[in-house]
């Protein structure tokens, strides 16, 4: 579905991106995983063009996504940023039906698509005119997801959809949005620092540290048959806290 | 407008401007203080009123062959008579427009405009026609430095720029060194260079005197004067000090009601430092082709205005008798010329200046709007040619505001449209640098988040950015306006109107009442400015912004 090849990205002095080549399987969850400043949420931008890489080229559909054609082609990526990344002056129903708006539907089918979405993002749907200010951070994350969804895209890019929730809210909206990938079908790419978070998702994993992908494959791979003495750091590191807590319950 | 014969003019009876404001014209001078003043001068004479009505007959057959060509005098454009912002040219100002109403002629009056550029500037720029001078004025002010001597070669002078000058109108206003009279006698003074065998004497003059070559240092070289003790200090102040013994000489105009107020005397000036300042009229050549008989009208005044008609019209204008009545009652008792005048009442004359300001402010506040919001844009996108065009707008909001409205008069003229151009570049950088600022401080987060929907620039624009830029924008175009509001008081200067002429006005009379009479609605309009930017921030400012978020 996305096609990245040989991507490379320089933010002033630093390689951000270093010839990255990764290919997202369509109707499948692919997980962009690794450590903090590792080029995860830059490899992202790069699949909707919101950055430019420098070199190296992204193919969207097997088409060529260039300066003129990338906010056409963002029609069909919805994306999803930490707590929603709502417009403070809208709505959370003006903020999900903005785009549609402005694209020219009609009042119908804005509102039956509104409907749909409550549904789908179990957000009840007396909170549609609340502003953002008014919404708990886990509500602005599923208005964020129901802009996403809006206009029924292709594609969902979400960059670290459940890095700013507490615990309890996380593992609902998590759930919660593992049943409306699975349940849409749609091409998901999601950004994460967490392991576990990734194994609850992923189909597909990119492990990405330095802006180069140290592996991609299944989650068993990476655990099993890690590529690199990093990848195998990466992974104990995030698995002793949950070791012990197994421990603990025995 | 058209007038037709007889008009009532006290609509413009009012205006009024603080003519010096440092432009330094030596005419323009506030001398009054609030005092009774003395009687009409005996000098009123009853023998020349005689002689005046035997000519009476003549104005009065004028007045009716002015009816007969009544539709030229329709369709002419009126005679545009100015004065500056002193109470004695305007007067004189009045007296020619109630003579050229006499002659049949329509008039538009635009008196106590700024000092002497403004009134200048707008002869030669075509926007007035007639307005009375001095001869002193001319050759030491505006021909400055071309040693003119002499009426024929002023005239001349004049005649190269196509401006014409009456004869003397017959007063001068003077500089002139006064004493009390008591303590003149008692220390034997009577001429300027009595003066250097007192070198004890306490002098106070006035702070611009105290700097014209032609005032206190050309007149202690001319005279070799001894005094040390000479403290400069505001004209008004001087002559309270004077009248109280606290310094015993100031410098005076001969045509100041507190000359008798105080009983003072004028020393001679018998070296002949003063340069004579002769009332004369200026006016465009142009005029005695396009209203002959407005011109003859004026040219009656030639010789007819005596200084102690002067003082004693200065003196009833210190009882604050309208300019407009003053001039009624001498074109009467001289001309026997029957001026009627309107007073208005000040109810309808608020009404008349709240629309005015109101007009002044609303088109230059709007026009400000439509032009520093696009700009504000630019200048947040682009922020090399943002950097330059928010320079020029800081730099226009340098340019003091007398100053801005002297260059605008060569321009556009007086009256409105230049006051209103000059209000609408004031009005430009608190908007524009509000509208950058508010546009540069949205969060990249948001800018990103329009982005990655896929919104076209200019959706992005009204749809996100200037919503969420629209709380400094809105408080941008709240201090434009309240500046405004305060800065229009200045357009009386050029002949704006608005609440700018009684408060010109009342600091040229020292009428407090006047002062008020435009300063406190000027107030209450700000206020009330700002007021209504708060509610209407309520409307415009997305509720979603002003709400602080629960979690």
Known sequence: MIEVREVSKWFGPNRVLDRVTVSVPEGRTTVLLGPSGGGKSTLLRVMNGLIRPDSGDVRFGGQPLTANNARRLRHQMGYVVQDGGLFPHLTAAGNITLL??????????????????????????????????????????????????????????????????????????QGDLRDIFRGLKKTVILVTHDL?????????????????????GSMRDLIQRPASRFVTEFVRAQREPLDALREAAA | MKYVALIPLSRFGGRGVRGEGGLGSRVLQART?????????????????????????????MVLASFVAVPAATFAQPVRIGSKADTETTILAEVVAHLVRDAGHPVEMKTRLGGTPFVWDALRADSLDVYPEYTGTLTEQIFAGRGI???????????????????????????????????????????????????HLVIGFSNEFMKREDGWPGLQARYALPQRNVKGMDHRVAYEALSKGSIDVTELYTTDAEIRLFDLITLEDDLGFFPIYEAVLVYRLDLEERAPAAVSAFKRLEGRVTADAVIAMNGRAVEKVPPTEIGADFV???????????????????????????????????????????????AARRPGLGGVLIGIAGLIQTVPSLALLVFMIPLLKTGTVPAIVALFLYGLLPIMANTAAGLKNIPPSMAESAEALGLSPLAKLIRVDLPLASRSILAGIKTSAVITIGTATLGALIGAGGYGQPIQTGLQMNDHREILFGAVPAAIMALATHGLFELAERVLVPRGLRLTPIA
């Not at chain 1, 978070?197 to 492990?207: G, H, P, R, S, T």
């Not at chain 2, 203080?33 to 005689?50: C, K, Q, W």
């Not at chain 2, 014409?164 to 007063?171: A, E, N, V, Y």
């Open chain 1, 100 to 173: 549609a708006r402005h694209l020219g539907e009609g009042p119908n089918r804005v509102r039956t698509g509104l409907v749909a979405l409550c549904e789908l993002a179990r957000l009840p749907a007396e909170l549609l005119d609340r502003y953002p200010a008014e919404l708990s951070s886990g509500q602005r994350q599923r208005v964020g997801l129901m802009r996403a969804l809006m206009l029924d895209p292709a594609v969902l890019l979400l960059d670290e959809p459940l890095g700013a929730l507490d615990p309890i809210t996380r593992s609902q909206l």
């Open chain 1, 196 to 216: 576990a978070e990734a194994a609850y998702f992923a189909d597909e994993v990119v492990l990405l540290a330095g802006g180069r992908v140290e592996q991609s």
């Open chain 2, 33 to 61: 203080l609030a005092a009774g003043a003395t009687p009409p001068a005996p000098l009123s004479p009853l023998p020349p009123m005689r002689e005046e009505r035997g000519i009476a007959r003549f104005p009065l057959a």
């Open chain 2, 149 to 199: 001597r002499g009426e024929a070669a002023l005239r001349e002078e004049l005649g190269r720029l196509g401006l014409g000058m009456t004869r003397p109108l017959g007063f001068a206003n003077n500089y002139a060194l006064g004493m009390r009279r008591s303590r003149a006698a008692e220390l034997g003074v009577k001429s300027i260079s009595d003066l250097r065998r007192h070198a």
């Open chain 2, 332 to 378: 009467r008792e001289q001309f026997s010329v029957q001026a009627t005048v309107e007073a208005e009442s000040d109810a309808r004359r608020l009404w008349r200046l709240t629309l005015e300001h109101l007009t002044l402010v609303g088109v230059a506040l709007g026009a400000s709007i439509l032009v520093a919001l696009p700009l504000g844009i630019v």
